[in-house]
């Protein structure tokens, strides 16, 4: 089993900066992909953004098209922590942000944490 931990959501002002983080721990070995995903209230959970070979050097990211620009997606290995710098924040990017692992094994994020609400005020 992999436990993930989401911290550093909160309140911002529309173009401020937020930076939340998740750290993982448990059977880390078994993780390929980190992904960040968020959900707003009446809305889907949509994919933000992907950092792979999360314990390895090197690796590859991507992001929705929504954010691109905006957001950044960094791991530090020593931490077995996944980032996500989040910049020029806009009211419709106000929702729970959760974070996800995915299986080398099942190749599904099999894995989630709990969410940290992130509001972004007009």
């Known amino acids: 089993q992999v436990q993930l931990v989401e911290s550093g959501g909160g309140l911002v002002q529309a173009g401020g900066s937020l930076r939340i983080s998740c750290n993982a721990s448990g059977a880390i070995v078994t993780i390929n992909t980190m992904g960040w995903y968020r959900q707003a209230p009446g809305k889907q959970r949509e994919l933000v953004a992907t950092?792979?070979?999360?314990?390895?050097?090197?690796?590859?990211?991507n992001y929705a098209d929504s954010v691109k620009g905006r957001f950044t997606i960094t791991k530090d290995t020593s931490k077995n922590q996944v980032d996500l710098q989040m910049n020029s924040l806009r009211p419709e990017d106000t929702a729970v942000y959760y974070c996800?692992?995915?299986?080398?094994?099942?190749?599904?994020?099999?894995?989630w944490g709990q969410g940290t609400q992130v509001t972004v005020a007009s």
């Open positions: 996800a692992a995915k299986s080398a094994l099942t190749r599904t994020y099999d894995f």
């Open positions: 950092m792979t070979r999360f314990l390895l050097r090197g690796g590859s990211t």
